[in-house]
Antibody, heavy 124, light 110 residues
Framework: QVHLVESGGGVVQPGRSLRISCTAS????????MQWVRQAPGKGLEWVAF????????YYADAVKGRFTISRDNSNNMLYLEMNSLRAEDTAVYYC?????????????????WGTGTRVTVSS | QSALTQPASVSGSPGQSVTIPCTGS?????????VSWYQQHPGNAPKLIIY???RRPSGVSNRFSGSKSGNTASLIISGLQAEDESDYYC??????????FGGGTKVTVL
């Protein structure tokens, strides 16, 4: 069964860093592109970042560009999001999501499997 | 402020049909057959219900359908049921190495 589990969320002070992870199972992880999507409390969904199946290309929302880095370890079926210079507006539940078909770029982005999310709170 | 505009809420009685529009521009919705729709019940992760403007993943009820005209994509829920009460989000590739979600629409079953 295809499964995604996020971890690593918590409370962090503004300006500090945090790395969250996503453990994938039940599918050929190295052949699927992956994404991060976040949802601030009481707000809608916001796309954060995309990484190609082989880690060769990554794309970011303007709101996080230059501060966040998406990466993956295909040997261990892991997806990561390194978040630096965190701000209060980064407070959200962060979801990892799998792209629908194998070997796709960002223009085929459809997210068919989602994790349950990990909560990140940026507060002093 | 999202570049994709959705109404904040729509409502309908059981058995009726409701339509949720997602209005973009010629730079996103109007340029690509790449709109998707997600259903999200409170406290749960989103679920993909429509992709490539009109296609339904396996296992998704055929009461959900998608359409597009010009710069507006639409999600149609027919035969409305109590379990359809949820938040719905459209999403589009915007052609600048970026994706955009709509602001979301809350569907209420009266």
């Amino acid at each position: 069964q295809v499964h995604l589990v996020e971890s690593g969320g918590g409370v962090v002070q503004p300006g500090r860093s945090l790395r969250i992870s996503c453990t994938a199972s039940g599918f050929a992880f190295s052949t699927y592109s992956m994404q991060w999507v976040r949802q601030a409390p009481g707000k809608g969904l916001e796309w954060v970042a995309f990484i190609r199946y082989d880690g060769g290309n990554a794309y970011y929302a303007d709101a996080v560009k230059g501060r966040f880095t998406i990466s993956r370890d295909n040997s261990n079926n892991m997806l990561y999001l390194e978040m630096n210079s965190l701000r209060a507006e980064d407070t959200a539940v962060y979801y990892c999501a799998k792209v629908l078909k194998q070997y796709q770029m960002l223009n085929y982005y459809y997210m068919d499997v989602w994790g349950t999310g990990t909560r990140v709170t940026v507060s002093s | 402020q999202s570049a994709l505009t959705q109404p904040a809420s729509v409502s309908g009685s059981p058995g009726q049909s409701v339509t949720i529009p997602c209005t973009g521009s010629s730079s996103d919705v109007g340029s690509y057959n790449l709109v998707s729709w997600y259903q999200q019940h409170p406290g749960n992760a989103p679920k993909l219900i429509i992709y490539e403007d009109t296609r339904r993943p396996s296992g998704v009820s055929n009461r959900f359908s998608g359409s597009k005209s010009g710069n507006t994509a639409s999600l149609i829920i027919s035969g409305l049921q109590a379990e359809d009460e949820s938040d719905y989000y459209c999403c589009s590739y915007v052609g600048t190495s970026s994706l955009e979600f709509g602001g979301g629409t809350k569907v209420t079953v009266l």
